[in-house]
T-cell receptor, first 109, second 115 residues
Framework: GQNIDQPTEMTATEGAIVQINCTYQ??????LFWYQQHAGEAPTFLSY??LDGLEEKGRFSSFLSRSKGYSYLLLKELQMKDSASYLC??????????WGAGTKLIIKP | SQTIHQWPATLVQPVGSPLSLECTVE??????LYWYRQAAGRGLQLLFY??????ISSEVPQNLSASRPQDRQFILSSKKLLLSDSGFYLC??????????????FGEGSRLTVL
């Protein structure tokens, strides 16, 4: 079966750095997405990785290792507005997205 | 610019009543359209997707149905709601491309509570 695993909840301090991990087992791989979802709102796109390595976009970076079935989202200089759920999703061999349950990130002052 | 809008945002329905959620996309043509459901503590579940007018693919057999009467309109329906239909429903679209996956753009979401 297809499976996406990520921690249920994480807590970090304002101004700090946090890394959210995602491991996956899917039938085929056509890229991995990270989305941010504030409570009660729709997910919004953060990043897309299809090749191994690190993609940096401002305070957010995303890393992929296809051989390990592993990705992480790195958030730097955390702000209170970063409190949200972070969803990992993998595009499988049919280009359908398989979603993780999301990681709820709590930022404390 | 492209926009997506879905409604209603919130609804409370009795068991056995019908359902209609609507979604429209503006500023693009021939998009792929999707209906997802999000339950607490679980990943997004794909319910239906459509690559064109009248073309609907169902991912999960249940008492829900979808229709695409126009290029940029996607409707989620049920004739008789079940308690288990409660959840957060999300409409989404993406650009059709042969090889690239493209990112999904989501509507605001519809919170359905079945009592």
């Amino acid at each position: 079966g297809q499976n996406i695993d990520q921690p249920t909840e994480m807590t970090a301090t304002e101004g700090a750095i946090v890394q959210i991990n995602c491991t996956y087992q899917t039938s085929g791989f056509n890229g991995l997405f990270w989305y941010q979802q504030h409570a009660g709102e729709a997910p919004t796109f953060l990043s897309y990785n299809v090749l191994d390595g690190l993609e940096e976009k401002g305070r957010f970076s995303s890393f992929l290792s296809r051989s390990k079935g592993y990705s992480y989202l790195l958030l730097k200089e955390l702000q209170m507005k970063d409190s949200a759920s972070y969803l990992c999703a993998v595009s499988d061999s049919n280009y359908q997205l398989i979603w993780g349950a999301g990681t709820k990130l709590i930022i404390k002052p | 610019s492209q926009t997506i809008h879905q409604w209603p945002a919130t609804l409370v329905q009795p068991v056995g009543s019908p359902l209609s959620l609507e979604c429209t996309v503006e500023g693009t043509s021939n998009p792929n359209l999707y209906w997802y459901r999000q339950a607490a503590g679980r990943g997004l579940q794909l319910l239906f997707y459509s690559v064109g007018i009248g073309q609907i693919s169902s991912e999960v057999p249940q008492n829900l149905s979808a229709s695409r009467p126009q290029d940029r309109q996607f409707i989620l329906s049920s004739k008789k709601l079940l308690l288990s239909d409660s959840g957060f429903y999300l409409c989404a679209w993406k650009v059709q491309r042969d090889l690239e996956t493209g990112e999904l753009f989501f509507g605001e979401g519809s919170r359905l509570t079945v009592l």
